[in-house]
């Protein structure tokens, strides 16, 4: 159960320590502790909340969809699935400060494929084609189980669409996405602040399926 006012007043001041140089975890804990927040909402906190230097520098590096042109787009692969299928499932995503879109499922090392993955992928290369980048990378977390089947049948998706691209496993896909990609596609933070540049394509996917979107939520 999300306390919807008690999330508000700690995100308020949550923004507070964060702008006053605060360490995001040890400010979570003190804003936590303060609203009596449980461990989804301390969790929708941290994937949400930003400090104004840290939404600047969001902005500085992000770039539209038409500068993906001639260029190789690296896609983290799991993160940008999980938070698509996630919304086509009816399930809460964050509008996030920085402007991005992020589930709350905690997931990530134990996502399996479901009947909208196919839908997801369609959608990505479907969204990117008109664009002309030069390839595009799928990298995926060798840790996570049936990896190499999921790369197998995204390879196969991208010669249908008849894109340069593969799709691989790899120890560490953040690692890979980041020094790979001449423009990245993800909403995990870390690869976002570390990306030479970065599209919103979660926001565009989602605004094009038009359909309810009362799963999301954005604290004031």
């Avoid at 992928?121 to 084609?129: S, W």
């Avoid at 664009?131 to 990378?137: A, D, E, R, T």
């Avoid at 909403?187 to 394509?201: G, M, S």
Wanted: no cysteine; aromatic share 8%.
């Amino acid at each position: 159960m999300i306390d919807k006012m008690h999330l508000k007043e700690a995100a308020t001041d949550l923004r507070y320590l964060l702008n006053r140089g605060y360490n995001r975890k040890s400010a979570i804990e003190l804003v936590g502790n303060r609203w009596n927040l449980n461990k989804d909402e301390r969790h929708i906190l941290y994937r949400a909340i930003f400090s104004n230097e840290e939404i600047k520098a969001r902005k500085w590096n992000e770039v539209e969809l038409e500068e993906i042109n001639g260029k190789i787009v690296a896609i983290d692969t799991y993160n940008v699935l999980i938070t698509i299928e996630s919304f086509l499932k009816g399930y809460i995503l964050i509008e996030a400060d920085d402007d991005y879109l992020r589930d709350i499922s905690k997931v990530h090392n134990k996502y399996k494929q479901s009947p909208y993955t196919i839908q997801v992928i369609r959608l990505i290369l479907e969204k990117l084609k008109p664009y002309n980048p030069k390839s595009v990378l799928f990298f995926l977390d060798k840790g996570i189980s049936h990896s190499g089947e999921l790369a197998a049948l995204i390879k196969e998706e991208i010669n249908k669409f008849e894109l340069n691209g593969d799709a691989e496993t790899v120890p560490s896909s953040d690692r890979s996405v980041i020094n790979q990609g001449e423009v990245v596609i993800s909403n995990d933070r870390i690869v976002l602040e570390n990306a030479l540049a970065h599209v919103n394509l979660l926001s565009l996917l989602i605004n094009d399926l038009k359909i309810n979107k009362n799963n999301l939520i954005k604290i004031p």
